[in-house]
Every structure is written in C-alpha cells, then in structure tokens.
C-alpha cells in the first residue's frame, strides 16, 4: 500500500530504524533478537519523536506500519514494545 492510499495522518521517518540497520537484518529471524537490540539503541536518541507517539496513543488510536511480511519479527513490535515499556 503506498503512503497516499494508506491516508496516514503522520509519517514519522525519524523514528524508523536506519537504512543500514534494515539491510543488515534483512528481515531474518535468526537476527531479529539483534535487531532489536541495536534498533533500541537507536530510539535512545528519539526521546522526543518518541514521547509524541506516546501523547497520540493517549488520546486516540495509535497504529504502527511496518513492510515487512512477518507480523512477528518487524521494527513495528520493537517500536510497540519500547513505546510501552520504556517511557
């Protein structure tokens, strides 16, 4: 889906993990406990970019995209995850 037939209201490339970061994991499971690592040291940096996703999810419905094919092993579950538990 591209970013105009999806009608996002905010596309925040800051918060996405870096290009070098994507190509390294490749979307591999057996690199994603790593990716997740490093993409968490990346979102150390993003405090703010970070702390506004947060004030949108307290006021409305908050929906994290992600191109990957497996719902399970994405940046979307990283970001979801520290969004919740690191704040």
């Not at 490749?26 to 690592?37: G, L, S, T």
Request: glycine residues 4%; negative net charge; charged residues 45%.
């Amino acid at each position: 889906m591209s970013k105009d037939a999806a009608k996002l209201d905010e596309w925040n490339k800051e918060i996405a993990p870096s290009s070098e970061l994507r190509k390294w994991f490749d979307h591999k499971k057996e690199r994603f406990e790593e990716f997740a690592y490093r993409y968490r040291e990346e979102l150390k940096g993003k405090e703010d970019e970070l702390n506004e996703l947060r004030k949108i999810a307290d006021n409305e419905t908050l929906s994290l995209l992600y191109g990957a094919k497996d719902p399970e092993i994405n940046q979307a579950i990283v970001l979801r995850d520290v969004l919740l538990h690191e704040g």
